[in-house]
């Protein structure tokens, strides 16, 4: 039988030489060496290797190409440390916690969200179905999921700008033809660029026409290029704009609203004012109005009649000695 000789580095036990079968496994020399090891985990976690290359337990010596006077060295296998998923030692226990704790929520497509914003309502998140409106800073909605927002006071705070239907701007959107089961269903007239984010729109208040910034520079006009109606460039509204030209509208909207409430202010004034000057109009009976003068039975006496004997019968005429009431008058007695 061959002579090995078997050392122990890790273990800090001596060195020794063996004579064993070269038919003998590598785990069955493990048990003859480290008895007391048995069915222990310690026993797995130790190895053999040759020359720095590490051996299966269950080859044997042979096998293992193992000669006599060979160097078999007893290695600890260590588990972790990195590169196998195992721990180093170094964590704590609320590092490890927190690592499942704390969930970073999951950042957003940019382009999804984009191709979102041009082709689902802004406030439901379904697609556009015609009608369709926009508020005067360029959001678009379903016209029927606004209205019921609005109705049931439902409406978030970031729309609280929308106060009425005042505030809707109805347009029109052309539709992409046989566009199926494609995303985007609406385009421009005119270029025939798609409603996808990519190109800039704006949006008529006369006609509602929705054109790209693109077939308004190439073909300059001051009217509709769909209708011919007649627009300012207060009249535009751009859709989705940059935050920069969401802050001009939103400017122009707070104008338009000052000056709407400037106008009611004077014309509550200057309907008080006329109210002031009118004169009374007579009744038919000469009875004037609550802001008139005060009616006197006297104004309508009968032609022959005495004007202090007609007053009487309905009122006393004469205020001092007499003494009227509902029933009856009492008049004044002569004195001794």
């Given at each position: 039988m061959p002579?090995?000789?078997?050392?122990?580095?890790?273990?800090?036990?001596?060195?020794?030489?063996?004579?064993?079968?070269?038919?003998?496994?590598?785990?069955?020399?493990?048990?003859?060496?480290?008895?007391?090891?048995?069915?222990?985990p310690t026993l797995d976690s130790l190895y053999f290797s040759l020359n720095g290359r590490p051996l299966a337990d269950s080859s044997t010596l042979s096998s293992a190409n193992v000669s006599s006077s060979s160097v078999l060295t007893v290695r600890l296998r260590l588990y972790g440390g990195g590169g196998d998923g195992g721990a180093t030692g170094a964590e704590s226990r609320d590092c490890y916690l927190n690592m499942y704790a704390v969930k970073k929520p999951d950042k957003a497509d940019p382009n999804e969200t984009r191709l979102s914003r041009w082709t689902t309502c802004a406030l439901s998140a379904e697609p556009f179905a015609p009608p369709c409106v926009i508020d005067r800073i360029g959001n678009i909605f379903n016209k029927e999921s606004l209205v019921e927002a609005l109705l049931h006071k439902r409406l978030p705070k970031e729309f609280g700008h929308i106060r009425g239907l005042k505030d809707?701007?109805?347009?029109?959107?052309?539709?992409?033809?046989?566009?199926?089961?494609?995303?985007?269903?609406?385009?421009?007239?005119?270029?025939?660029?798609?409603?996808?984010?990519?190109?800039?729109?704006?949006?008529?208040?006369?006609?509602?026409?929705?054109?790209?910034?693109?077939?308004?520079?190439?073909?300059?006009?001051?009217?509709?290029?769909?209708?011919?109606?007649?627009?300012?460039?207060l009249d535009k509204v751009v859709i989705n704009g940059s935050p920069e030209e969401v802050a001009v509208l939103r400017e122009r909207m707070e104008e338009e609203r000052g000056r709407l409430k400037g106008k009611k202010c004077v014309s509550g004034l200057t309907g008080m004012k006329h109210g002031a000057d009118e004169k009374p109009e007579k009744f038919e009976n000469g009875r004037k109005e609550r802001n008139g003068k005060r009616f006197k039975a006297v104004d309508i006496a009968p032609v022959n009649a005495t004007k202090e004997v007609y007053a009487s019968i309905f009122t006393s005429s004469r205020k001092g000695d007499f003494k009227e009431t509902y029933s009856c008058r009492s008049l004044p007695l002569g004195r001794n």
């Open positions: 002579r090995i000789f078997v050392a122990s580095p890790d273990l800090g036990l001596p060195s020794r030489f063996l004579d064993i079968s070269p038919e003998l496994t590598l785990g069955r020399l493990k048990l003859h060496i480290f008895p007391s090891l048995t069915l222990t809707m701007i109805p347009i029109i959107l052309s539709p992409v033809a046989d566009a199926g089961g494609v995303e985007v269903k609406f385009q421009c007239p005119i270029s025939g660029l798609e409603l996808n984010g990519k190109y800039g729109f704006v949006a008529i208040k006369g006609c509602g026409h929705v054109l790209s910034l693109k077939a308004l520079k190439e073909v300059k006009s001051s009217a509709c290029l769909v209708c011919h109606k007649e627009f300012s460039d």
